[in-house]
Antibody, heavy 125, light 107 residues
Framework: QLQLQESGPGLVKPSETLSLTCVVSGYSVSNNPYYWAWIRQPPGGRLEWIGTVYYSETIFYSGSTYYNPSLQSRVTISVDGSKNQFSLKLTSVTAADTAVYYC???????????WGRGTLVTVSA | EIVLTQSPATLSLSPGERATLSCRASQSVSTFLGWYQQKPGQAPRLLIYESSNIFPGVPARFSGSGAGTDFTLTISSLEPEDFAVYYCQQRYSWPRTFGQGTKVEIK
């Protein structure tokens, strides 16, 4: 069973870069093409999709990424097959970026079949 | 971006009752709509995809319907573990978007 676990700082200062990692277990990121995503939820708010990356070490269009246009200029999602994990970087954060950040995964780019437990990131000086 | 609007915001029902939740899209999403359940302190869980397909492991009391702009999630007979917040999500276009949620609470 595929399992996901987010990790990273719980507190980030305004204007700095938020960096989170999602460790994948029960599934080989390198050997099996899959879609890996980040989604966030501000306190008391709705879910917001951040971006999705498709990763395969063997298929032509590996590394295809899709980002939310509202965040695209500040977001990078990358996959590290050797560590079986994927990462999120969000630059120039403000208080509006305070949220629970979830990593998610699916065999297609449509839905989010598997989720991590989420990690709260607070942006504050 | 497609905006999804859910109603009602809160649904107060008793165990055993039928729950009907609505999701309306700002433009047609065909049948490319799904539903998630989220309990306090937990990640969302996929229940329904492509409007009416039940995700593996989801109880049969959950069902979905609709096409175009209007969709419904029905829980035929509420169990105690069904009291939660439910979100709809569209996969018709990028960016993927979610509704604001409907809370199903115990009356």
């Amino acid at each position: 069973q595929l399992q996901l676990q987010e990790s990273g700082p719980g507190l980030v200062k305004p204007s700095e870069t938020l960096s989170l990692t999602c460790v994948v277990s029960g599934y080989s990121v390198s050997n099996n093409p899959y879609y890996w995503a980040w989604i966030r939820q501000p306190p008391g708010g709705r879910l917001e999709w951040i971006g999705t990356v498709y990763y395969s070490e063997t298929i032509f269009y590996s590394g295809s990424t899709y980002y939310n246009p509202s965040l695209q200029s500040r977001v990078t999602i990358s996959v590290d097959g050797s560590k079986n994990q994927f990462s999120l970087k969000l630059t120039s954060v403000t208080a509006a970026d305070t949220a629970v950040y979830y990593c998610a995964a699916a065999p297609n780019p449509s839905w989010f079949d598997f989720w991590g437990r989420g990690t709260l990131v607070t942006v504050s000086a | 971006e497609i905006v999804l609007t859910q109603s009602p915001a809160t649904l107060s029902l008793s165990p055993g009752e039928r729950a009907t939740l609505s999701c309306r899209a700002s433009q047609s999403v065909s049948t490319f709509l799904g539903w998630y359940q989220q309990k306090p302190g937990q990640a969302p869980r996929l229940l329904i995809y492509e409007s009416s397909n039940i995700f593996p492991g989801v109880p049969a009391r959950f069902s979905g319907s609709g096409a175009g702009t209007d969709f419904t999630l029905t829980i035929s007979s509420l169990e105690p573990e069904d009291f939660a917040v439910y979100y709809c999500q569209q996969r018709y276009s990028w960016p993927r978007t979610f509704g604001q949620g409907t809370k199903v609470e115990i009356k």
